[in-house]
């Protein structure tokens, strides 16, 4: 009886033991602020601090953690110039487009203007949002948009895509095409950015 009970707490120990090993590499996995998505595809979720802002990468170039500048490269005001380019299927009228065209956005640690695939979505702003720094392949590109980066004017193999949102969901998704032109997608059109002046 010895015997069987010495076996019994040796198996429910080991049980133990395993149960808090795999919590501990679940807990880790879920801390994790970094994934790798595949080679060509990496995904970081930023948020803004004055002392560690990580880089954004231009045109392709991958993005260096931990070098640290005063500020993001598409923080500033911008304006909707003109459209770039149009998906195969849209959600804004010709006159949608129109009232678009010259409007001002901006972009900053605190708020982020909001745009999508409804023209209401233009007047909102993002509080504090979190900007999702994504680099995108020229295919996994025309995967997603239906459209390839040279129709938008990118001759490289790849472009950062950046997600603002804040906690409510409100935000917008653009590209970065170079320091002074970003590129804004929303309701199936492209619009290029100026940097205003």
């Given amino acids: 009886m010895e015997e069987f009970m010495t076996k019994l707490i040796v198996v429910i120990s080991l049980i133990s033991l395993s149960v808090v090993i795999a919590g501990c590499v ?7 602020p970094t994934k790798s998505v595949s080679d060509t595809q990496n995904t970081a979720a930023i ?7 990580i880089a954004t990468p ?14 993001e490269i598409f923080y500033g005001q911008w304006v909707i110039k003109k ?3 149009y998906g195969p299927v849209g ?13 001002k956005l901006s972009f900053s640690q605190e708020q982020a203007s909001c745009f999508g695939d409804q ?35 990118i001759t490289s193999d790849a472009i950062s895509q950046i997600q603002a ?3 409510q969901g409100n935000g917008c998704i ?4 170079d320091n002074d032109t970003l590129i804004l997608a929303g309701g199936g059109v492209f619009f290029e950015l100026v940097r205003a002046r």
């Fill in 26 to 32: 679940k807990q880790a996995a879920n801390e994790s």
């Fill in 47 to 53: 948020q803004p601090q004055a002392d560690k802002i």
């Fill in 58 to 71: 231009q045109n392709g170039a991958t993005t260096s953690a931990g070098t640290t500048i005063n500020q």
């Fill in 83 to 85: 459209v770039l380019a």
């Fill in 91 to 103: 959600t804004y009228s010709q006159d949608d487009i129109k009232s678009i065209a010259g409007r």
């Fill in 119 to 153: 023209l209401k979505y233009v007047d909102d702003i993002a509080i504090n949002p979190v900007y999702k720094k994504t680099v995108v392949s020229a295919s996994d590109f025309v995967t997603a948009y239906r459209l390839t980066l040279a129709a938008l004017g």
């Fill in 165 to 167: 949102a804040d906690a």
């Fill in 174 to 177: 653009f590209f970065i095409k």
